[in-house]
């Protein structure tokens, strides 16, 4: 019970960081993607949005940390829902889990889905970044999603404390 109330607390943490502070959490955590974001169109968190697919299609223990929406740089404007997903722990399924959750939202809102994820968990062999099904010996599906794991900072930790203007610096040192 312990472990579940300590969770849920990391969770809520990480959702209101993510709330304040997203366009720096993206341009440190993923500045490939960021990149490629109009910020001056702004952002929208979709948390009523992902209650539908939370309620539908709960199995298990199974959430997303955050969903939001926003607006490329491109040739046309084109919207593009980034599924940033923070998990403290190994899960055997969390993969598929993952693949899930990309097309429930797909369905749904019938949009490309980026799915992020930020592994925030003790255990440096866990590296999960991808979902692959087979069937007899062929691959039917192979699913990708960018991972970044936390626990690769702490070697950082000498360089990040000269970036404390950056809020993610200072929360992962």
Do not use: C
Request: a positive charge.
């Amino acid at each position: 019970m312990k472990r579940q109330q300590h969770r849920s607390q990391e969770d809520s943490a990480w959702k209101d960081v993510l709330d304040a502070f997203f366009h720096p959490f993206m341009t440190f955590f993923f500045p490939a993607v960021a990149n490629h974001i109009d910020w001056s169109l702004g952002f929208e968190a979709l948390d009523k949005e992902l209650q539908k697919i939370t309620s539908k299609a709960f199995v298990g223990k199974r959430f997303v940390d955050k969903l939001f929406k926003v607006t490329l740089f491109s040739g046309e404007r084109q919207w593009i829902l980034l599924h940033v997903e923070v998990q403290s722990y190994p899960q055997k399924e969390f993969a598929k889990r993952m693949y899930v959750y990309n097309y429930k939202l797909f369905d749904l809102y019938n949009l490309p889905v980026l799915p992020l994820v930020i592994l925030a968990d003790e255990h440096p062999t866990w590296r999960p970044t991808k979902y692959v099904h087979t069937i007899a010996g062929k691959t039917v599906l192979s699913f990708h999603f960018d991972m970044v794991k936390l626990l690769d900072y702490t070697s950082k930790r000498p360089l990040l404390a000269e970036e404390q203007h950056q809020v993610f610096a200072v929360v992962v040192s």
